[in-house]
């Protein structure tokens, strides 16, 4: 069975970065497009970007110029470079992606951000 797992999370001040990782356990050209979301507490998940095949890149409003997401196909992995982090950016990051048509959800890795 195909498994998504993220890392790279952690508690930062705000203003700091942070780097999270995604990496599959298949070939990422199986998996179309490659996307994070947030979900905070009390508040419904949210999609902030995605990385398709042909090397297409989405963002979500709030987080463009931000964030910004990039691929390693060698490592299988999709990546998001968090910046200039807020306190309102608090919340459990998941990775996602379709294969064979079928969604895949990454267990999430926690970001905390301290004002």
């Known amino acids: 069975q195909v498994q998504l797992v993220e890392s790279g999370g952690g508690s930062v001040q705000a203003g700091e970065s942070l780097r999270l990782s995604c990496v599959a356990s298949?070939?990422?050209?199986?998996?179309?497009?490659m996307a994070w979301y947030r979900q905070a507490p009390g508040k419904q998940r949210e999609w902030l970007a995605a990385?398709?095949?042909?090397?297409?890149?989405k963002y979500a409003d709030s987080v463009k110029g931000r964030f910004s997401i990039s691929r390693d196909r060698t490592k299988n992995a999709v990546y998001l470079q968090l910046n200039n982090l807020k306190p309102e950016d608090t919340a459990n990051y998941t990775c996602?992606?379709?294969?064979?048509?079928?969604?895949?959800w990454g267990q999430g890795t926690q970001v905390t951000v301290f004002s």
């Open positions: 996602h992606g379709i294969i064979r048509s079928s969604p895949l």
């Open positions: 298949t070939t990422i050209y199986t998996i179309n497009p």
């Open positions: 990385f398709y095949l042909g090397g297409t890149t």
